[in-house]
């Protein structure tokens, strides 16, 4: 049962993950250049608007499904891996422990900066664009500036991600995190 959960477990956080790093990549690869492509403006800010939505809608989910099985399998960390510890040894005596700490410092980091964007910076980004689209010529500064803000956003936030995926994996290679520091 144990096992079954384990298993469960690292596939929902590898679903989250999927969910919250996959339409990054698409929408700086794919949308960003296809949007281009769209010449009537305000068509253009209709589906800027309904595909920074979904993008919103999934990468929320995928970070709930993060945050629920990651949170299981750090409090059964000890069982899990129970024939490798030591009884008397504490969480922070091994690898394991000091990567988490750094994981959850800049995954703390990475909610911040992906909040502002999604909550700040990429409405006012929407706005802009529409009131641009709209007919309104003195919204490209505002445009302009946002773009810049959100790009700056969006590029910290996916290496500060690409970080905590890779700290993911040194947790899960126990050859390496349950060394005692
Ligand atoms: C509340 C937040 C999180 C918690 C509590 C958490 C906890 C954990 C734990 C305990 C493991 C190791 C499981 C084991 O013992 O093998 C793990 C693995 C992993 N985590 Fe997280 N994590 C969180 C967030 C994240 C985030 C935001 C990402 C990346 C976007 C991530 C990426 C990974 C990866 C790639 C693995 C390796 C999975 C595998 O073995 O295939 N984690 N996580």
Known sequence: ??????????WVHILGI??????????????????????????????????????????GVGIVLIVIAGSYLIATWRDW????????AGFLD???GLIFVVKMSIFAVMLLIVGMHMVVVGPAQVEAFEE???GDASANSRVLRLRRVSMAL???????????????????STAFSLDLL
Request: aromatic share 12%; no cysteine.
């Open 1 to 10: 049962m144990d096992t079954f959960l384990h298993v469960g477990a690292l």
């Open 18 to 59: 999927a969910l919250f790093v996959g339409p990054q990549f698409f929408l700086a690869f794919a949308w960003i250049p296809t949007s281009k492509l769209i010449e009537d403006l305000p068509t253009r800010a209709r589906a800027m608007r309904k595909i920074t939505t979904r993008f919103g809608y999934l990468g």
């Open 81 to 88: 891996h129970g024939e490798d510890i030591a009884l008397d």
């Open 94 to 96: 091994y690898r394991f």
């Open 132 to 134: 641009l689209a709209n």
């Open 154 to 172: 969006s590029i910290t936030g996916l290496l500060l991600t690409l970080a905590i995926m890779a700290m993911g994996s040194m947790l899960s």
